[in-house]
């Protein structure tokens, strides 16, 4: 069923990942958003049953919920009651909204010109006495977007600057949930 739900996923436009409210995420399920996140596939998390847990027990429930997608914050994150037809309203525009992310295609000349925006906000740090330069980018696909930096060496550039960039670029676009390779 794991092959056959991963193998589901590339056909799909937006994937929706649907757990029980009342175990909470298992070992698969958490394994099965790690491989989602790592293929960089749309998806959504909806947790069902969400009116089985207790309202005292909610807050702690979600925080739980969100701390296990800390490594992964734009996959957006739903509580639904398909028995009780809480929130199942919301599914479909959100999809929606996510595939539209994915699609989205930015010129050149504005990625260029955001791309020195964020750099004056924060400049890459340096690495054994250098600084990263950074000549252009340009986004190479979309659905994912995919953007591509054009620097001296990419080696000089570490994992926090690339989700500073990451986060720079989703606030600037509106990149809210879709996934984006850079």
């Not at 959504?44 to 490594?71: C, H, Q, S």
């Not at 260029?112 to 000549?135: C, D, I, W, Y």
């Amino acid at each position: 069923s794991v092959n056959s739900s991963i193998k589901s996923t590339t056909k799909a436009h937006v994937t929706l990942m649907v757990v029980g409210a009342d175990e909470g995420l298992t070992q698969q399920d958490k394994r099965l958003i790690d491989l989602l996140v790592e293929r960089r596939t749309p998806f959504m998390l909806l947790v069902n049953k969400w009116d089985l847990v207790d309202p005292a027990a909610r807050k702690e429930k979600e925080k739980d919920y969100r701390e296990a997608l800390v490594f992964c914050p734009h996959v957006p994150l739903l509580f639904i009651s398909a028995a009780k037809d809480k929130n199942l309203h919301k599914i479909v525009p959100l999809a929606k909204r996510i595939f539209q992310e994915c699609s989205l295609r930015i010129g050149t000349g504005v990625l260029n010109r955001s791309l020195e925006s964020v750099l004056q906000t924060h400049q890459a740090p340096m690495v054994k006495g250098v600084r990263p330069k950074f000549f252009y980018m340009t986004q190479a696909e979309s659905s994912p977007p995919t953007f591509v930096f054009f620097v001296n060496n990419a080696d000089l550039i570490n994992d926090a600057y690339s989700r500073y960039l990451e986060r720079g670029l989703r606030k600037m676009f509106g990149i809210e949930h879709a996934p984006m390779r850079m």
